[in-house]
């Protein structure tokens, strides 16, 4: 299945759990497309100074792969870089938050994966 960028819709999220300033977020597909248990596929938009709150995830897992810019992550043991072809894994209980501390946008691909139920 390919999705054209013209066939996508994008929606602004402000706040996203608890963070700062606004994120875009841009479904790639639907939950219902994919064979497995997905309940998130999207590029994630993130402007400078913007950010996701600490959230958990305690029954899915949760990859970041970013796509350009760079900013800080947290999992629980403090604020750590991330950049452009840096990927995360996040899961299993887990809890992670993202900052955009660069100065241009931070872009990211965004998928959750739930556990068999």
Do not use: W
Request: proline share 6%.
């Amino acid at each position: 299945m390919i999705r054209k960028f013209t066939e996508m819709t994008t929606e602004v999220r402000e706040k996203m759990r608890g963070g700062p300033g606004n994120v875009r977020v841009t479904p790639l597909f639907k939950p219902e497309e994919f064979g497995a248990q997905v309940r998130l596929c999207a590029r994630l938009n993130i402007a400078p100074g913007s950010g996701i709150g600490p959230h958990d995830h305690v029954t899915e897992d949760e990859v970041y792969v970013i796509i350009k810019g760079e900013g800080m992550l947290d999992e629980g043991q403090g604020p750590r870089r991330v950049a452009a072809g840096d990927a995360v894994l996040t899961g299993k209980g887990g809890s992670h938050s993202i900052l955009n501390t660069g100065k241009e946008e931070l872009e990211l691909i965004a998928v959750i994966m739930t556990y068999p139920k």
